[in-house]
């Protein structure tokens, strides 16, 4: 087996429709894969479908993950079709920003069921199809996306997303620990600044400055994000569980 070879496997990847989750489906489908996306809308699906296609095989099922009984159907829907789950990638997500005084109760609610609650019901959901691809050679891989925002305090007041990304960094360490006894190993992607439609207005204002804040010098571009998930997804990292792995150009580090 090539080191970076994705033949053969399924992967399931939420939010896939755009931004970093295509990038990664993008990328898993290039390796070799077979990629279900998933999103709140079913034209957006077919959309996203539409353009990944050329690269693999690849189908969307619509859902709203922020609901238990969602991510319940989400998984029935997928081992409808197959046995095995090779592969989740949980980065479905959501942001807001307002000041101090202002932040509405209900935004925090939003992004912790999306951003935190709803990979922990996820990866719950879909354990016996991982189980069911596992081996203690070649483990089942859950790829979480957190954010460096969950590794610093964040310029802007984005209260509820910032902790909900240092939940999902702390919540990959425990399941890591839990499932790494059943061949299932867990890990997190922390992304620095990527071109999406969540960073859109952010990276019109203020891109270049952030740009600079990289000892690289860039934004993040859709391989650099997709080669990490590859490589976490892969039998080159078969023996890594737990790391949460920042992809920002050495913001991080720097900061």
Known sequence: MAL??????????????????MMIARGLLDAGA???????????GKAAVAELSPHGDVISIPADISSETECQRLAAEVGDHERNLHILVNNAGATWGAPLEEFPASAW??????????????TRAFLPM???????????RVINIGSIDGLRVPDLETYS????????????????????????????????????????????????????RSPLGRIGRPDDVAGT???LASRAG????????????GIWAAH
Not at 132 to 138: C, I, N, R
């Open 161 to 212: 997303y910032s902790a909900s990304k240092a939940g999902i960094h702390q919540l990959t360490r425990v399941l890591a620990k839990q499932l790494g006894p059943r061949h299932i190993t867990v890990n997190a992607i922390a992304p620095g600044p990527f071109q999406s439609k969540m960073t859109a207005a952010t990276l019109e204002q203020f891109g270049d400055i952030i740009a600079a």
């Open 109 to 122: 609610d939003k992004v912790l069921a999306l951003n935190l609650k709803a990979p922990f019901l996820l």
């Open 4 to 21: 970076f070879d994705l033949t053969g496997k399924v992967a399931v990847v939420t939010g896939g429709t755009r931004g970093i989750g």
């Open 130 to 140: 991982l189980e069911t691809a596992a081996s203690a050679d070649d483990p089942a």
């Open 34 to 44: 077979k990629v279900y996306i998933s999103s709140r809308k079913a034209e957006t």
């Open 238 to 249: 078969a023996y890594t569980t737990g790391a949460i792995i920042p992809v920002d150009g």
């Open 229 to 231: 998930a590859i490589y």
